[in-house]
């Protein structure tokens, strides 16, 4: 399913059963000593489908890590981001000479308790939001727009090294295009020369997953 809202450069692959086969690196088992049974299945799972999509690449397998804020450590000249919700794991992997970060987020579609509404959203989102509901009432956009702020965050990361608040960000979605456009409320880092103000991505709901995506090419 994520391979539906990635470039055709970025190769995606995902999964709806736990890969428990999924061979681990060494340099991986470190951060499996202290987990938990379903932490565990997470890390090997999104592992599997992350060197999936390397091989869709014509890339090697090779380990991929955490940093200190729990980002992927991808291999030289790899760019990439993994998920996971309940019922589905997934990856996506590029090159980083085309792309200079990728981030894509899923959950389950369900709506998003009000409280959660409140703490992500600034108050131009929250008329957008209940636009949108008007208009598009089978969709859960409020969980859309969760989905979405994790992937601005994962694609942001790789490019900032700094954190992004929930609020930092304001988003519109075209729900006939599938597509979104995230305005930086902060100062956004400098990519290929130019300090960025903005990130669009794609999005879509399908077998009861919200899914989206983000990859900031090069050269933009």
Known sequence: MIQ???PP?????DTTADLLDS???PEEEAYLEQ???YRRREFVTTRGCARSAMAALGLPPAPVG???KGEPRWPAGVT???THCDGYRAAAVSRSRDYHSVGIDAERHEPLPAEVVEYVTVAEERAHLRELARTHPHVHWATVLFSAKETVYKAWYPLARRWLGFRDARLTFDPDAGTYTARLLVPGPV???TRIGWLTGHWSVRDGIVLTAIAVRRGR
């Open 23 to 25: 061979p681990v690196f």
């Open 35 to 37: 987990a938990v049974e």
């Open 191 to 193: 990519v290929d020369g």
């Open 80 to 82: 990439g981001s993994m």
């Open 66 to 68: 955490s940093g200190a």
């Open 4 to 6: 539906q809202i990635l």
């Open 9 to 13: 450069v970025v190769a995606g692959a």
